[in-house]
């Protein structure tokens, strides 16, 4: 039994993403956006609960002849020891067997140098931060399948292998509405601002008439009234009476 | 009064089509299907399942849902300005606001069955355009003759 002041991390959202750091992580490859952190009372927290939690992404896609990063990190309430041990197999689309690609053990990377990915695998991750990711270069179609990732722990050795599905593409294929969202969004948003530009203008030029008008109106009254003292119009003498 | 109320009622019926035109999965249909825009309708042994579209062109496809919902805004828009207009506007002016409003809408439906036109179900044998497609292309009429109608109308001066 290990004594410690158990807090209980629950999910209060859905989870969409790699998760990296401890804080905020939940369960099952998944990352939470927002966490609680409920403090329980100080109890003892039986072996069973201890089990090593995997993270990797869910799906990934990528573009034939781009590298592309798998992450996988773990979460264990042991703190990291130094014979952590990090594993990768790959298991092609369509085939039941896997192999192993890539071993991390008594702190040496080890990549495949036999197999499909030699001489495009390399390790990125940093173990001391439980991070166990691996970069795979110039992807081929016949990468596509399921990649498996492994941690160890020890003691804390009891848990499950995550999976992450990559999907190589000759065109990254667009999401569905991205465009419509994008076309509709920008028509609207310079109707919008056409119309702010349009009566701002107005504005602006109703205030510049209006002071310049002023001016004008005070100078034509000086001149109105002396006009009026002006020449009469001559009387016309066939109306004359006599 | 009554071109007033004949306008008026002109313009929601263009607003219907336009709805209907853009909401219904109707551009094309054949036997048994009853497609796009957003889905594709497939009657299978006398019961209708609704199925994704797969295989489509997406950018078009995207363009085709982004104009037409656009031209159902735009005349939603170009009603609404129309009856504020008739208040505010002095008297003797012409709706342009609204005139351009409908065209735009006018513009915008042009341009989605235009590309439908072109770019989809072009080397298919069986099959035609329903109705969705039908209302599409006679509110591109009207939402012309009701852009002119709006541009050259001047507000009665009494």
């Known amino acids: ?242 | 009064m009554l071109m007033l109320a004949g306008i008026v009622v002109l313009h929601i019926t263009t607003i219907i089509l336009l709805l209907v035109a853009t909401i219904d999965n109707a551009w094309w249909i054949t036997d048994s299907i009853s497609t796009d825009l957003w889905g594709k309708w497939v009657l299978t042994k006398s019961e209708w399942h609704y199925t994704n579209l797969i295989n489509y062109p997406d950018e078009y496809l995207q363009t085709v849902q982004a104009t037409s919902v656009l031209a159902c805004i735009f005349a939603t828009l170009a009603l609404f300005v129309f009856v504020a207009q008739l208040f505010t506007l002095p008297k003797g002016q012409r709706f342009t606001f609204t005139g351009i409003l409908q065209l735009i809408a006018c513009l915008c439906i042009m341009i989605a069955a235009s590309i439908y036109t072109a770019e989809f179900h072009t080397s298919e044998s069986e099959g035609g355009y329903g109705h969705s497609y039908v209302l599409a292309w006679i509110s591109f009429v009207l939402t012309f003759l009701l852009a002119i109608t709006y541009l050259v109308l001047r507000k009665k001066s009494e």
């Not at chain 1, 970069?135 to 050795?157: H, M, S, V, W, Y």
Request: net charge positive; aromatic share 12%; proline share 7%.
């Open chain 1, 1 to 242: 039994f290990v004594f410690l002041p158990s807090y209980r991390l629950i999910c209060t959202q859905t989870c969409t993403q790699l998760c990296s750091d401890f804080a905020s992580c939940c369960v099952n490859a998944c990352v939470c956006l927002s966490v609680k952190f409920i403090p329980d009372f100080f109890l003892p927290v039986p072996e069973q609960s201890q089990a090593i939690v995997i993270y990797t992404g869910w799906e990934r896609h990528a573009l034939v002849g781009s590298d592309i990063r798998l992450s996988c990190s773990f979460f264990s309430w042991r703190w990291t020891s130094e014979d952590v041990t990090f594993s990768w197999t790959y298991r092609p689309d369509g085939s039941r067997d896997s192999i192993s690609i890539f071993h991390y053990t008594g702190g040496v990377p080890y990549v495949d140098n036999k197999g499909p990915f030699r001489d495009r695998l390399e390790f990125v991750g940093n173990p001391g931060r439980r991070d166990g990711s691996i970069l795979l270069k110039n992807l081929e179609f016949t990468d596509n399948g399921t990649f498996t990732c492994d941690a160890k722990n020890p003691p804390d050795i009891v848990g499950r292998p995550s999976s992450v599905r990559l999907l190589v593409f000759e065109k990254v294929p667009i999401q569905a509405g991205v465009i419509t969202g994008a076309i509709i969004g920008v028509v609207l948003g310079l109707l919008v601002l056409i119309v702010v530009i349009y009566y701002l203008m107005r504005f602006l030029v109703a205030r510049r008439v209006f002071s310049l008008s002023v001016s004008k109106h005070g100078k034509k009254k000086k001149e109105g009234s002396q006009q009026r003292q002006g020449p009469v119009p001559p009387a016309d003498p066939s109306k004359i009476k006599v």
